[in-house]
């Protein structure tokens, strides 16, 4: 009789474990969408990507635009974010790139003043900070701080791999509120018209930014002066309006060279 008893006893126990017993559904990772984009960016650039909308939805983007007002009129610039074709409308002259070649076509007998193949891309990637600073053969390391007014900004030296891009040997720092991680400022070399490393540094403080899609955006760049390599006064602004930012893909006749148009070498 014991023994019914005790044998009865153990079958209720292990018909309540298996009532409490949690199964884990399977996950087919081939279907899961896992978030490895930041995974290999330090730590402190990936903060400086957070504050301003996250990696992931700037890589979810496929077209920017933006204005920018100058004395002669509007500078209109298109970017396909993907491909990296460009547009450059301006009054009298518009500047692009098919992925192969920098054209130029003139709509008068005006000369451009500047250099089409230095410029296609130049007002882009200042404007696409700090997403562009997830482009691919970047390296990353820590930079000395920089002070300004009283203020301690850290900062993040970017520098390329040899033969990425046109100017390989640019550098780049990115300073950094160390509260907001919200960036701040934008040192930056030209190695362009030298083809070597430059000493000298330039200087852009990002003032203002405005919410583009859920990103933020730079609204007013101000260019310094530099002295002993550091900012020191107010050189000259640019104010960028009628942003946009879509998923969307424009229609790629429009970044190609049209009839008339020359191309750059």
């Not at 930041?38 to 301003?52: G, L, R, W």
């Not at 490393?197 to 330039?202: D, G, L, N, R, V």
């Not at 933020?216 to 640019?238: I, S």
Request: aromatic share 14%; charged share 25%; hydrophobic share 35%.
């Amino acid at each position: 009789m014991k023994k019914l008893l005790l044998l009865f006893l153990m079958l209720i126990v292990m018909s309540a474990c298996k009532d409490k017993k949690v199964e884990t559904p399977a996950v087919d990772y081939q279907e899961e969408e896992l978030d490895v984009t930041t995974s290999i960016y330090p730590e402190s650039i990936t903060k400086v990507f957070d504050a301003h909308g996250t990696l992931e939805a700037w890589k979810q983007m496929r077209t920017l635009e933006f204005s920018i007002e100058k004395t002669e009129g509007y500078e209109i610039t298109t970017t396909d974010l993907k491909e990296r074709y460009s547009l450059v409308e301006m009054p009298k002259h518009t500047i692009g790139f098919d992925g192969e070649s920098v054209w130029i076509k003139s709509k008068d007998k005006t000369p451009y003043e500047g250099n089409p193949k230095f410029y296609y891309n130049l007002m882009f990637y200042f404007y696409a900070m700090p997403f562009v600073l997830a482009d691919d053969g970047i390296t990353y390391t820590e930079a000395e701080p920089l002070t300004f007014e009283g203020k301690t900004y850290p900062g993040i030296k970017i520098s390329y791999e040899a033969g990425v891009g046109e100017s390989p040997d640019d550098e780049y720092v990115l300073y950094y509120d160390k509260d907001t991680y919200k960036m701040v400022w934008l040192a930056y070399t030209v190695t362009y018209f030298s083809n070597e490393k430059s000493k000298e540094w330039h200087y852009i403080k990002y003032n203002e930014w405005q919410d583009v899609e859920g990103l933020m955006m730079p609204k007013t760049l101000t260019w310094y002066h530099v002295e002993n390599n550091l900012p020191t006064t107010k050189k000259n602004e640019a104010t960028f309006t009628n942003v946009m930012l879509t998923t969307d893909k424009m229609n790629l006749k429009m970044y190609m060279m049209p009839e008339g148009a020359e191309a750059i070498k």
